[in-house]
């Protein structure tokens, strides 16, 4: 007697899948962008990264920014850089483009002006 392996129901691909990607698209459009790696972490998500179009102009300028701070960064037994004076202007440019967004986004945390701050 010969047995065949082939007989019954066909064999189903049964590996787990460790490694994958989920995009989530909202109704306002904000993407965000859930990355898996079950060998890592194995009880959820390894990153969640959203990304909302209205904050798409404060991202790029953050991103500016610490490309701009990292040159200056002191790294292991290095002497500290000077920042030149047109990254210098080019940071506070910088800082207040960003300081702007995010007050026109929340008003309640710009700085109260105080009218007697000179007082003694």
């Given at each position: 007697?010969?047995?065949?392996?082939?007989?019954?129901?066909?064999?189903?691909?049964?590996?787990?899948?460790?490694?994958?990607?989920?995009?989530?698209?909202?109704?306002?459009?904000?993407?965000?962008?859930?990355?898996?790696?079950?060998?890592?972490?194995?009880n959820?998500?390894?990153?969640?990264?959203?990304?909302?179009?209205?904050?798409?102009?404060?991202?790029?300028?953050e991103?500016?920014?610490?490309?701009?701070?990292?040159q200056?960064?002191?790294?292991?037994?290095?002497?500290?850089?000077?920042i030149?004076?047109?990254?210098?202007?080019?940071?506070?440019?910088?800082?207040?483009e960003?300081?702007?967004i995010?007050?026109?986004?929340?008003?309640?945390?710009?700085?109260?002006?105080?009218?007697?701050?000179?007082?003694?």
């Open positions: 007697m010969i047995k065949s392996s082939n007989k019954g129901r066909p064999a189903e691909n049964d590996t787990l899948i460790l490694k994958y990607t989920q995009n989530f698209k909202d109704h306002k459009g904000e993407v965000s962008i859930w990355d898996w790696d079950k060998t890592r972490f194995p959820g998500p390894l990153s969640v990264t959203i990304k909302d179009p209205q904050w798409a102009e404060f991202d790029k300028l991103n500016k920014l610490s490309s701009l701070l990292s200056y960064e002191v790294k292991g037994n290095e002497r500290k850089k000077r030149t004076k047109a990254d210098k202007l080019e940071i506070e440019a910088l800082e207040n960003i300081n702007e995010w007050y026109g986004f929340y008003p309640e945390d710009r700085p109260k002006v105080r009218k007697n701050a000179k007082r003694k």
